[in-house]
């Protein structure tokens, strides 16, 4: 079994959201993705090692790594808008500034992690227009990393999708779901959290239109992991993934108790 590399779809200049597939082809998927929010482009770099490290194992199935879903924002947030001189003057308006180490948002000003079709623009802090964080966007879907991300999910149709961010070590799994499914989920986030010795946080907490709400309401066992201590401030940097190695092996647990459930 080796490493498939592609695409899922690019963004407005044109850049891949490139993916790795690793382990069976047929059968039960997951998805592992990280590189939403562009401050938190650490999460690139875990999600990649996550598949260097695990790429000679025998997964009991498949498992499609995203490293960067934003590849623009992340871009923007470690380069500044000088890369980008047909958004430029925008961008820094948008962001009252030249700094972009804090931005979250796509090159649009769209929160993608607020775009997807789950209770959009309900959630508590959303905005309505462009933003370095928190702007929900047109529509849903309305971007064309969220309709990636969306497509994949649909087509493949994931057993358990995970969703890296940073930083509080805290894990999320709810979103409305009940009986059986609630149990199911917590289960699986009561097993991450006490691997990795994070918080699992319990209660629906009035997000909307994240990609973790967004697989629930498929029926889809999702959680939301937060790197890094809450000791830390943005921005983060390389040094700050030195104590979350044991991330790197938590897609294989994770798979072997979805697989043997």
């Known amino acids: ?3 498939d590399c592609g695409s899922i779809g ?3 200049t044109g850049a891949h959201i490139l993916c790795f597939h690793l382990g069976p082809t047929d059968g039960a998927q997951m998805i592992v993705q990280g590189g939403m929010h562009a401050r938190e482009w650490i999460t690139s770099l875990l999600v ?5 490290t695990l790429r000679r194992e025998k997964l009991p199935l498949g498992i499609y790594f995203l490293p960067m879903t934003n590849p623009d924002g992340c871009t923007l947030a470690q380069t500044g808008a000088d890369v980008f001189p047909e958004h430029a003057r925008r961008l820094i308006t948008i962001n009252g500034g030249e700094d972009f180490s804090l931005w979250k948002a796509n090159l649009r000003g769209v929160d ?13 802090g959303n905005l309505t227009t462009p933003a370095p964080a928190s702007y929900i966007g047109e529509r849903p879907e309305s971007e064309a990393e969220t309709q990636a991300l969306a497509r994949l999910t ?5 057993v358990m999708t995970v969703s890296y961010h ?3 070590r805290e894990i999320y799994y709810e979103f409305g779901q009940t009986g059986e ?15 990795l010795g994070y918080t699992l946080v319990d209660g629906d907490l009035g997000s909307a239109g994240g990609y973790k709400d967004y697989c629930v309401g498929l029926g889809i066992s999702a959680l939301t992991i937060e790197i890094v201590g809450g000791d830390r401030t943005h921005p983060l940097s ?7 190695e044991k991330n790197l092996w938590l897609p294989m647990i994770l798979a072997e108790a979805l697989k043997s459930s």
Do not use: H
Not at 48 to 52: I, K, L
Not at 181 to 195: F, I, K, P
Not at 238 to 244: F, G, R, T, Y
């Open 1 to 3: 079994m080796g490493v």
């Open 10 to 12: 690019r963004t407005i």
């Open 48 to 52: 990649t090692r996550q598949a260097f």
């Open 112 to 124: 993608i992690n607020c775009n997807f079709d789950a209770k959009w623009g309900s959630g508590r």
């Open 154 to 158: 649909r087509r493949i149709r994931p």
């Open 166 to 168: 940073a930083l509080g």
């Open 181 to 195: 499914a609630l149990a199911r989920d917590r289960e699986l986030g009561e097993m991450a959290a006490a691997y």
């Open 238 to 244: 390389e040094p700050d993934l030195a104590q979350e």
